[in-house]
């Protein structure tokens, strides 16, 4: 079975430019979540989705970034316009979620890293 | 908030040896999860090993086993015959109701 897919994998892009990462989560997990990694905040939780419903987005930095989930196999994190700080991988993971199993576990893709010069 | 803190951002480990990861949390829930997730120099993120809260007995996933320490919130990792591919970076995790917190990582590099 695919796991998680994201792309790009590596965006350079320059200042005041949109940029678009997209995640393909694992078929059947019913929630989402946008990570981003840096060196010196280390990994932190953007936003997440249950059943393609925002759930928490209080890690959202800024009006700048944004997210979507149209549909259960499709997501994306969008920053317009981009600046130097943005520059991070970012990770989409997905997991499988009930009300009676919910172990946490999340399974991630392989991150989009991006440079804003 | 839940905070999960990795006291060590690097540690080095002979092939062959033992080695111990520490990380320490805090929460006031009683039902969670705690992982520790692997991340290779290529990038990608996976699973090592999760132990459930509610459990005493701590989890083993061949060479790798943690102490689970619920009153002292501790979660140590313990990696035994280490070998070169265990070379990366470890996250260790607190999950409840589906969010996770990470702490900060802790470089692995095993030596030949």
């Known amino acids: 079975d695919a796991g998680v897919i994201q792309s790009p994998r590596h965006e350079v892009t320059e200042m005041g430019q949109e940029v678009t990462l997209r995640c393909k989560p694992i078929?059947?997990?019913?929630?989402l979540f946008w990570y981003r990694q840096t060196m010196m905040r280390g990994l932190e939780l953007l936003i997440y989705f249950n059943n393609n419903v925002p759930i928490d987005d209080s890690g959202m930095p800024e009006d700048r970034f944004s997210a979507k989930m149209p549909n259960a196999s499709f997501s994306t994190l969008k920053i317009q316009p981009s600046e130097p700080r943005d520059s991070a991988v970012y990770f989409c993971?997905?997991?499988?979620?009930?009300?009676?199993?919910?172990?946490?576990?999340?399974?991630f893709g392989e991150g989009s890293r991006l440079t804003v010069l | 908030a839940q905070t999960v803190t990795q006291s060590q951002p690097e540690m080095s480990v002979q092939e062959a040896e033992t080695v111990t990861l520490s990380c320490t949390y805090d929460?006031?829930?009683?039902?969670?999860?705690l992982f520790w997730y692997k991340q290779p120099p290529s990038r990608q993120m996976i699973l090592v090993i999760r132990q459930e809260a509610y459990k005493q007995q701590n989890a083993t996933e061949n060479r790798f086993s943690v102490n689970f320490q619920k009153a002292a919130k501790s979660f140590s990792l313990k990696i035994s015959d280490s070998q070169l591919g265990d070379t990366a970076m470890y996250f260790c995790?607190?999950?409840?109701?589906?969010?996770?917190?990470f702490g900060d990582g802790t470089t692995l590099t095993v030596k030949p």
């Open positions: 993971a997905s997991s499988f979620q009930t009300g009676s199993s919910n172990t946490g576990e999340l399974f």
């Open positions: 995790a607190w999950t409840n109701a589906g969010k996770s917190t």
């Open positions: 078929s059947g997990h019913n929630s």
């Open positions: 929460t006031s829930e009683n039902n969670y999860y």
